[in-house]
């Protein structure tokens, strides 16, 4: 039997979501061991004269905890 933890992060790109998204669960792997997996939470998006300046997802992380 295995036992998960939730943890929620936010991350934030200039790209696109799926930046964002890429980015955030890249972090996660480095600090967290054993992650299975992340639902998006939500999206928002910064705006500057007309354009979009900034993509910000906040997702929940699942990762499986050590015996």
Do not use: P
Not at 8 to 14: F, K, L, M, P
Not at 40 to 54: A, P, S
């Amino acid at each position: 039997m295995s036992v998960a933890r939730i943890t929620e992060i936010s991350a934030t790109s200039s790209k696109s979501f799926d930046d964002a998204v890429k980015k955030g669960i890249g972090r996660a792997h480095k600090t967290l061991k054993n992650v299975k997996g992340a639902w998006i939470e939500d999206q928002k998006l910064e705006c500057e004269g007309g354009k979009i300046k900034k993509y910000m997802v906040r997702m929940k992380v699942t990762f499986v905890l050590n015996d």
